[in-house]
């Protein structure tokens, strides 16, 4: 095979010449943040065919038993799942905004800012808990003692409320790993980890941030606004 | 004639001084290992163990059908054991088998890069692969699962007493391992070629591990979140899939074969890719038709997410989903065709030598025909009616995975040996284990579409007398194929030892990864390549240069 | 062996004939791809092969497009005479033929019910009459199964929570392989049985030769009783529940407006999970019978329910 090696200065010895992030396996960092911003686009595509799955199911169920989704969404509190909606919106905004910060290197604000989206996730697994919690006291939790005594078929209305936690925790879950990996971030920026020319992990952590607020987007009308808005 | 002889001489070689082997030498360091071509060999290592497990299984199987009664094992016994050997050689051994060996460690080196996009998540795909299998192992020694790999609805969901949901999770780990080594396989193709490789200049496993990289990250998630349900509603039961709770239990059927059909595309267009390299290699000519095969590639890999449906044709699903189905399931097997052709076009004036490598790969030729064809019998609705859940599906599916898959499998073995060891194997040895396992192959699964058109449904533990011969023949076959594949276990392990010192490129074949040292240094090319050639040149000679030449490698 | 070897079952069927025609033409189309892929992989291995070890290829070929296209419209107009010729057979075996014999299956862990329309139940065991059209409908009490009778080259699944149907025409007396073909569990490979295809007049005679119970007619009968279905099922003027005589066949207005076939399914569906569809101008409040009656049964009240003929006077 005729190949001519290109005298691309990157033998052992040049180590000190480039920073500490960019990884041995690329030649540059353009390379490397393309990469990595691929590499955070296909994940997310894996995360829409993952969830994809649930909603498939939902769709059978909704139109195969639409009465009993009804009579299931009625119980859900809009209200709560209104606000998570808006918690979540805005910690996009917020994320938004860290992720501008880092591009001009303003530290503080980039730790403003993440420390901020941390809050409003966090707010958003506490109004969870909450509505897990009042669906734990009046028994509608699936497989466990699940009981229904308003209208409508329990049968069937189990299974709205079987999709509804399935499909709301593994989005919780969702949540939790960001925070997680906010926490992760904002320790990182405080170690001066990040400049204006290396801060892909925050905007790549932002687009899979951004997903997961896509996801409850979806998931709000198509669980809590079922046969349209009610008291 | 041996491709290792020039001019009567067999050149001898050394082994480089420092290799990738050599770098270091702790526990650690292999654990914690980020360099692609020591994960690879990590998988080599985990996944053979799992295929002398699923062999076990395999072995134990055929010994209680030599017989037509229940003689060695119980029913419970019995369906435990066709399940676990599904599970074990399809999740454990075949899915990974070729991407994570083959891919993780030839493919960077053949589009000139250092490593993977991600080589810390390779690790971690590993570790995941590991975790997984653990689990699988946990769920056998706790006694099994008993609903078959498909696992069903509502026996799995309802009424097995095995242990679902650990075997589900088991599953669902390790699927974890392939979505992120196919996501890093994709990321690398796209992002980390070398200057002058465009995709058409790609070596086609390239685009072989590509293609299955595509399925792996699109499919995997959705028997992902399937087996989420599956474990919910036996945990739970909420009657997803419980009829008399208003679920469906043939929505399983769908969600289950989404993924799984495509799956089967994920075990055989690596296996594709490499043939199409030994083919090169072995007949010293380019491919013939190289675009046609590289389009085919991805046209299976997209087709065969349209076709899951063909597994439901008496299942309950409506005759016109069926008729689309069948349509697109015919379409699919037109690709693979054209690539048969093809590789035999590259034989046709070339020159052709036996090495242990070719064997396979023309032994894949003609068993992987079979298979194919075979499986328009069952893509042809109503033929399917009558051969549907028999052992003409069984024989099937093992002419294409085993035939096939595993053909593909030892030849990339044999091939890329030298290359991840520097040493060569005993030839005289290795053809003979490749006709045994020709042999064996043919004796145990011919005889099983026989049966199976006859009326013998598949997983059936006792079977009506008449049908003893032919399950006697596929016995008898599966002795010689066991014993054909443990040969290449002993004679590759004392090859480790003993065998001969290989060169940088005993093959004399083209592709990057031979220009470098056998086995290849630590951090694979000195300075990035610049590539300027088509590939498969074999217009030119091609040498197998002694070791000093490797250290400077401005030459042809 | 102590007969011919076969490479087929018997052909007992109508249908038998048609699939073994297709079978042997997709067997001839794959054994021509074989012996040509054969012939010319040995050909061109033995003629090509390397003679001295620096030996070249003849030729470096980059294609032929020609060629490529040759080797593609081929195959792919193969595939699609066998694909249309398949999806007919399909089609047609899945027509079912007006005025069949009428048996019912129920499959269950690990055994077959079979009940004949005239009342007889079978276990294991489907006695038909020859050059008689027949149709199955069957049921699961548990897991999928499947209904495979090999001599005829049918199959179905039979699934739990909805009816799969069958259709056949024996043409041979012979007793024949019965199998489930749907992994069941820890007995599914003894959940087998036989067919007997017999000649008219053996076939009335078994018929009488058995214990005949009462007709599927006659045992729904008994069970409308027992549960009391007459209660709010008649033609009194403000009758609880909608009349059932006559209705079998013709559609009835549900109370969201949309019309439905009164078939089995429906009957079934109505027994189990009334609420699910309510007849236009009638309450729900029907209670459910799901667990407190086999499928078995539930075909009986179907075929009591069927055979209810319309009330004289009553309007359409």
């Known amino acids: 095979m005729s190949v001519s090696m290109e005298v691309t200065p990157h033998g052992h010895d040049e180590h000190a010449e480039h920073p500490e992030y960019r990884r041995h396996q690329f030649d540059d960092m353009d390379q490397q943040n393309e990469a990595a911003s691929l590499g955070m686009w296909l994940f997310m595509l894996t995360e829409v065919m993952f969830f994809g799955g649930f909603f498939l199911g939902y769709s059978i169920y909704r139109s195969e038993y639409y009465d009993s989704f009804v009579n299931g969404s009625h119980h859900l509190a809009v209200f709560l799942g209104g606000l998570n909606t808006v918690v979540l919106i805005t910690s996009s905004v917020t994320m938004a905004f860290a992720v501008r910060a880092a591009q001009l290197g303003k530290k503080n604000h980039i730790i403003a800012f993440l420390g901020t989206t941390l809050l409003l996730a966090c707010m958003f697994l506490v109004v969870k808990f909450f509505e897990y919690k009042d669906k734990w006291d009046h028994h509608l939790i699936p497989g466990m003692d699940f009981t229904w005594t308003d209208p409508g078929d329990p049968k069937t209305i189990q299974l709205f409320y079987g999709f509804y936690f399935c499909m709301t925790g593994m989005h919780g879950l969702h949540v939790i790993v960001g925070v997680g990996l906010i926490i992760w971030l904002l320790v990182r920026v405080k170690q001066n980890k990040f400049t204006s020319e290396y801060y892909a992990p925050i905007e790549n952590f932002g687009l899979y941030w951004h997903f997961v607020d896509l996801i409850w987007i979806f998931l709000f009308p198509l669980l809590y606004l079922i046969g349209g808005l009610h008291e | ?556 | 062996m102590n007969q011919e070897f076969q490479f087929h079952p018997e052909m007992a069927s109508t249908f038998a004939y048609e699939v073994d025609m297709l079978y042997f033409f997709v067997v001839a189309v794959s054994v021509f791809f074989m012996a040509l892929i054969c012939v010319l992989i040995y050909a061109f291995a033995v003629k090509y092969r390397r003679r001295t070890p620096d030996q070249q290829a003849e030729a470096q070929i980059h294609g032929n497009l020609l060629l490529e296209i040759i080797w593609s419209v081929i195959p792919l107009g193969l595939m699609m005479i066998m694909f249309a010729w398949g999806a007919y057979l399909f089609f047609r075996v899945n027509q079912i033929p007006e005025g069949a014999m009428e048996y019912y299956v129920v499959g269950k862990q690990w055994m077959w019910h079979i009940q004949h329309p005239t009342g007889q139940r079978e276990i294991n065991e489907l006695h038909v009459p020859i050059n008689t059209q027949v149709k199955l409908t069957m049921a699961s009490e548990d897991v999928i199964h499947s209904f495979f009778i090999p001599a005829f080259r049918i199959k179905n699944d039979v699934i739990p929570g909805r009816y799969t149907t069958m259709t056949f025409e024996a043409t041979k007396t012979g007793k024949y392989h019965l199998f489930c073909a749907e992994y069941c569990g820890t007995e599914h490979s003894r959940m087998i049985g036989s067919v007997y295809v017999m000649e008219p007049e053996d076939y009335q005679n078994w018929l009488s030769g058995g214990v005949r119970d009462q007709t599927p007619e006659e045992a729904g009968a008994r069970l409308f009783s027992q549960l009391n279905c007459a209660t709010c099922h008649s033609d009194r003027a403000g009758a609880r529940g909608p009349s059932l005589n006559g209705r079998y066949g013709t559609e009835e207005l549900m109370a969201d407006g949309e019309p439905v076939l009164v078939n089995e399914a429906y009957i079934r569906e109505s027994i189990l999970n009334p609420r699910a569809k309510i007849v236009s101008g009638y309450q729900s409040i029907m209670p459910t019978f799901q667990g407190q009656i086999t499928e078995t049964n539930i075909f009986n009240l179907i075929s009591y329910i069927k055979s209810l003929p319309v009330t004289e006077g009553t309007p359409q």
């Open chain 2, 1 to 556: 004639m041996s491709t290792l002889e020039s001019n009567g001489v067999v050149a001898e070689h050394r082994m480089p001084r420092d290799h990738f082997l050599n770098a270091t030498h702790t526990v650690k360091s292999w654990l914690l290992t980020m360099d692609h071509k020591r994960v690879g060999l990590l998988y080599l290592v985990s996944i053979s163990l799992f295929f002398l497990i699923g062999g076990t299984f395999a072995g134990i199987i055929r010994l209680e059908l030599a017989t037509p009664q229940a003689d060695l094992l119980e029913a419970d016994q019995y369906n435990t054991a066709f399940t676990m050997h599904g599970i074990v050689m399809i999740f454990f051994f075949l899915i990974p088998s070729i991407p994570a060996v083959f891919g993780n460690f030839v493919m960077p080196l053949m589009i000139g890069a250092k490593d993977v996009a991600f080589p810390k998540l390779n690790l971690a795909s590993w570790y995941l692969y590991i975790f997984g299998a653990a689990l699988g192992v946990i769920t056998t020694l706790f006694g099994g699962v008993d609903t078959g790999w498909t696992f069903y609805t509502p026996y799995s969901s309802t009424y097995s007493n095995g242990n679902v949901i650990l075997a589900a999770g088991a599953a669902f780990v390790i699927g974890f391992s392939s979505i992120l080594t196919g996501l890093n396989f994709m990321v690398t193709i796209h992002k980390m070629r070398a200057p002058g490789l465009s995709w058409f200049k790609m070596p086609l496993f390239v685009w072989g591990i590509y293609s299955t990289s595509l399925i792996m990250v699109l499919g995997t998630p959705v028997v992902a979140i399937t087996l989420v349900l599956l474990m919910v509603e036996r945990g739970l039961h909420i009657g997803i899939f419980d009829p008399s709770l208003g679920g469906d239990p043939i929505l399983f059927q769908h969600l289950f074969w989404f993924y799984s059909h495509p799956a089967v595309y994920i075990m055989i267009l690596p296996g594709m890719g490499v043939i199409s390299e030994v083919i090169g290699a072995f007949s010293r000519k380019r491919i013939f038709g190289y675009e046609f095969i590289a389009m085919s590639s991805v046209a299976i890999a997209v087709l065969g997410f349209f076709v899951w449906g063909h597994h439901l044709f008496v299942a309950g699903q409506s005759i016109y989903a069926g008729m689309v189905f069948s349509f697109l399931t015919m379409l699919v097997a037109v690709p693979s065709a054209i690539k048969v052709f093809n590789w035999m076009a590259t034989i046709y004036k070339g020159s052709v030598s036996y090495d242990t490598p070719m064997l396979y790969a023309l032994s894949f030729i003609f068993l992987f025909s079979i298979g194919g064809l075979t499986g328009v019998f069952l893509a042809v609705m109503g033929l399917d009616i009558h051969v549907h859940d028999t052992y003409f599906v069984v024989a099937h599916f093992h002419y294409v995975m085993v035939g096939g898959a595993i053909s593909a499998y030892l030849a990339a073995l044999h091939f890329w040996w030298p290359k991840f060891t520097g040493r060569m194997y005993p030839e005289g040895w290795s053809r003979f284990a490749a006709f045994m396992i020709f042999a064996g192959f043919n004796l145990t699964f011919f005889p099983q579409f026989i049966v199976g058109y006859l009326g013998m449904p598949r997983r059936y533990h006792v079977y009506p007398e008449e049908w003893q011969f032919l399950n006697i023949l596929s016995s008898a076959g599966a002795t010689v194929l066991a014993v054909g594949f443990v040969i290449p276990l002993i004679y590759f392990l004392w090859s480790l030892k003993s065998g001969k010192a290989s060169g940088p490129n005993p093959w004399r074949a083209t592709g990057l990864e031979w220009v470098l040292s056998s086995p290849p240094p630590e951090h694979n090319f000195p300075k990035t390549p610049i590539v300027r050639e088509e590939p498969y040149n074999y217009g030119k000679i091609i040498d197998n240069p002694a070791e000093e030449e490797t250290e400077d490698v401005e030459h042809v």
